[in-house]
């Protein structure tokens, strides 16, 4: 067991079975009264941040959580195969943990796991991705590079909004935490 003086930005504690990264923390010590610890907390899986305080030297119980290179292999339908860069031994993730990282992961591409005992908590993509549009309707004469949007489908099958003039072969790319379309990429 820790007391509130191990927390740190980046520390992962435990509570109440759930694992809660510590995004910022502040140590207060009013005039009148005990010293404090204010902290806001990113919940792990699901990504909900709240705030909590504690009492200075309270006891607080810290994860290990081990954050690891891995390269995606290939998905066998319910879950995802990875393997670690350094050693080569192969993890299974399941899709629930992968969650929306999977419509933007290729084949041989690098990504980072993170583990708790050996269990996969997430799975984080690079800021952005390259990827080719696979389908997207050929656009009309007149369409303008400033403007509208059209729907396009990439090689993982998620669909993206592009500009008009955009085609189907053209590698695009694309924002990893919104989905969004970040520009035309050429060989």
């Known amino acids: ?17 759930q ?13 009148k009264g005990g010293a404090f610890v204010r902290t806001k ?16 030297g309270a006891k607080i119980e810290i994860e290990n959580v081990d954050r690891r290179d ?6 066998d339908g319910d879950s995802f195969v990875f393997m670690d860069a350094t050693d080569y031994d192969q993890i299974s993730v399941s899709s629930t943990v992968v ?19 050996g269990n996969p908590l997430y ?16 656009g009309l004469q007149g ?8 729907p396009a489908t990439v090689q993982t099958g998620y669909e993206i909004q592009v500009p008009l003039f955009l085609e189907t072969g053209t590698k695009v790319k ?4 919104t989905g969004d379309y970040l520009g035309r990429v050429n060989d």
């Open 143 to 150: 369409d303008r590079s400033t403007g509208g949007t059209k």
């Open 19 to 31: 694992l809660w990264s510590v995004i910022e923390f502040q140590h207060v010590k009013p005039g």
């Open 1 to 17: 067991m820790a007391s509130t003086a191990d927390i740190k930005n980046g520390v992962v504690l435990s509570i109440d079975g």
């Open 41 to 56: 907390l990113k919940n792990v899986v699901s990504g909900k941040v709240v705030d909590r305080t504690y009492n200075a």
């Open 99 to 117: 969650g929306d990282a999977a419509n933007f992961m290729l084949e041989n591409q690098s990504v980072t796991v993170a583990l708790n005992n």
């Open 174 to 177: 694309v924002d990893t935490r």
């Open 70 to 75: 891995y390269t995606y292999l290939y998905n």
């Open 123 to 138: 799975v984080e993509l690079p800021a952005s991705v390259v990827l080719e549009i696979t389908y997207t309707e050929p």
